[in-house]
């Protein structure tokens, strides 16, 4: 009998040691399996889940508004996170895990905000849509004749670059001038590129904003909210091109003046995370996004990270009340993805 007890006693410690086994294993190689994840931008993002490259190359100008319709983050102002603490009630901001569509921290989605430079996300889409990327543009003094502080790139009338080189100038260092540029050469005015801009946020669903012009300079008319800023940011992933560029700490162009001479010019990033002015937060990979800043607009930054295992996450902030909060709140965003 003795020895009956002590079997079973012997087989219970063996099946109790080999659970054990068996849980440790999958505590320390699940992390393990989620630090090698990693976001390939080889192929058109999308947050909605995969697509074969296949299928989005043939049907991409006809599809994208519908793919971009399909499982998109929906969400309810004002959730909360007890380990954000945004004290600026007049912010707008959001972060959302673009793999499981939970919204992790929402105030002020659905306000009617001023953009600034965060317009150029569609700018940048309605270029890689519609624009000849290999096209030669030639600078003209409606581009760099623009209101008294704007950020300008430096080039002159007469200035011959390729619309790529342009893209990078207005995405990278946030060029106004890139961006009538662009404008006046996609669709021949200022006026009918914004018109293309508006059609576009129509069909992203973006309704809550409306644009008067392709550089976010202040018009009481043009206007956005948070909600938008996400389904443009999203949208724009979906161009490999523009994580390639929107990740850059700067930029470097080699073009022609006017007389044929060459020149060549670098500009830097306005995101501080890019340039190192500001520390991005430990375990957090930056793959791309937009700045802004207007007086009016206040402080923006869009952007979209992979934590640690290779998630992806959209956050914004809006109308920050400059860029030492800006950074600040969007660190308290950006420290909650690896939770």
Known sequence: MNE??????????????????????AVILLPMVKQQRTLDTSIPYHAGGA??????????????????????????????NPQINITDDTEGNLLVNLETKETLYAANIYTRLYPASVTKLMTGIITMKYGNLDQVVQMEASDVNLEEGAQLSGLQPGDLLTMNQLLHILLVYSANDAGMAIARTIAGSEEAFVAMMNEEAKNLGMTGTHFMNPHGLHDPEHYTTVYDVYLMLNAAFSYPLFSQISSLGSYTAVYNHADGSQASSSWYATDQYLTGAHPTPEGVNLLGGKTGTTDQAGSCLS???????????????????NHTTLYEDMDQLLNRIND
């Not at 009956?4 to 659970?19: E, G």
Request: glycine share 4%; proline share 1%; net charge positive.
């Open 303 to 321: 952007l979209v990270a992979q934590n640690r295992y290779g998630i992806p996450f959209i956050s914004v902030v809006l109308y920050s009340y």
């Open 4 to 25: 009956k007890k002590t079997a079973k006693i012997l087989n219970i410690m063996i099946v109790s040691i080999a659970l054990c086994i068996i849980a440790l294993s």
């Open 51 to 80: 697509f074969s490259g296949t299928t989005r190359q043939v049907q991409k100008k006809d599809m994208q508004a519908k793919l971009f319709a399909e499982d998109l983050v929906v969400t309810e102002d004002g959730i909360a």
